[in-house]
């Protein structure tokens, strides 16, 4: 999984049956730049991802890409390849 | 999921069996580069997806990667890696 | 999927035996030059892919990655991650 | 799978219930700088990873990512892309 | 699938039990220089590989990794995502 903060959403009208309902936030990896400071990681790296969490705008988030992130929609034929599931309380750096 | 922009598409007469009558689009992947204000990831970054959301040369799109692309497709062998999952109406950026 | 080139291909006498028989091509993915010039993405991005389709050197392909590629083997256990499921006749930019 | 070394940990409240309980390491990938020497690769690399074998802070682990590293936990729907398989006592180069 | 070179292996005392008794030998993928000679790439991209076809040190190897390289090993929850699947005695660039 993925460390990311939560840094926008996506709103899409005509899309897959799958998907109507789901929130679907866009998310910015991020990186650690120093002991215990993290930045966002430039570039080309947001990623659309499904919550089921509760996640809000600007918190840092646990994000599991790939098929298996599907699972975290009951349906069996999610197209879904990203998704939020946990919100991080505290990242510990030994 | 990642946001992208069709630029085209691709012909193939003779395919796989299971894409016969798929609409085969081509997608460039965008990147935010201000606040508000998106463009194409120049590069080697141009995918082909299936599409049966019925998207348009020029729309910003929702990508799905990998295996579970393949469940757009009602066939259970379906050897497809991205497929559109919606038309993007709206990027917000908070 | 990626757009590739066939360039060759691999001879291995000794290999999992869902294999066997099949053929073991080398395509180089292609990147898009200017409005209709295409070239071989150089470097370290070579991947073998099994053949289905009967494609043939110097043609131009579209190769599926990850694990639906095994799809297109009939065995359910196919270790396969790369497979060509189409010749393209032609790749189209608006 | 790659070679990473587990340097800190992830604290998560509020996540997706297959994942409670379960331990979730930070673990960096690992390169080989010369013959028997290894550094931590910088940058981007970090990767949040399901802990089911005791690795401690500072230990060399077998990392398995994508879907696969799912089947280290028993629940069939597990969100998980990243599990720590093994603890390497040595590495061998010859 | 990749080409590789076997370069070393990792030992593992406490791992995964469906990893007891594999063969875990470190593979680094290796890219075309000019017509017909190869070169390791250099830096990080060395890969960990269960093995079951009997692959040497040094000999060049057929490398499938994702979820598909778990096939290799009839226990249906093995935890690998990359697997020697074969030996390859010649590599044709036409």
Redesign the interface.
Known sequence: ???AKV??????????E??IGEK?L?VN?I??KEENSWSL?E???????VD???AG??ETV?V?????????IEHK???????I??????????
Not at 43 to 49: F, K, M, P, S, Y
Not at 64 to 72: I, N
């Open positions: 999984m993925i460390i840094i926008g959403n996506v709103v899409s009208t005509k899309k897959n799958v998907l679907l866009i990896p990186k650690r990681i570039g080309e790296n947001l990623i659309v991802a089921r969490v509760g705008i600007g646990l599991v890409t790939g098929s298996t992130a599907s699972k975290v034929n999610a197209p879904v390849d990203a998704a599931i946990g919100i991080i309380d505290e990242i510990e750096i030994h």
